[in-house]
């Protein structure tokens, strides 16, 4: 954990298992109860878009191999959390995310729930061309 003056930061890699996504709903909670606000409401919300943010790394970024790593920051700052999820793996094309759900391939959803709960939601792929990298954001104040 970290601190920059205006908020707190926490980075968190897993490997690329669904048996790991436990661990980074366990990192937001607890990083949830620095601030006495945050409804319980909000925070399933939040543990929500994080696991279908993760479970897409997870499930898409590395074929059947699952020998990469997804990576987790949390920042927390004083009017809004930030989340991102990054990975190295296949990546995909952040356009095709921007469908109406209704044209979505199955378990396509996971972008339209994380678009219906943040404020902010950012999908590219890395520099370099090398896997992708989603930002989201949800105001708190």
Do not use: W
């Amino acid at each position: 954990m970290t601190t920059n003056g205006h908020g707190m930061m926490v980075r968190l890699t897993i490997p690329a298992r669904a048996e790991y996504i436990t661990l980074c709903r366990l990192a937001l909670t607890g990083i949830a109860r620095v601030r006495d606000d945050l409804s319980e409401e909000l925070l399933a919300d939040l543990k929500l878009a994080l696991t279908e943010a993760t479970s897409n790394s997870v499930r898409h970024a590395y074929a059947d191999d699952g020998d990469g790593v997804v990576e987790i920051s949390y920042e927390l700052l004083e009017d809004r959390l930030v989340i991102e999820v990054t990975d190295e793996g296949a990546g995909f094309d952040p356009d095709e995310a921007d469908g109406p759900p209704e044209e979505l391939s199955e378990g396509g959803l996971g972008i339209a729930i994380i678009r219906a709960i943040a404020d902010e939601v950012e999908i590219k792929t890395r520099p370099g061309g090398k896997g992708s990298q989603l930002r989201f954001a949800k105001a708190l104040a």
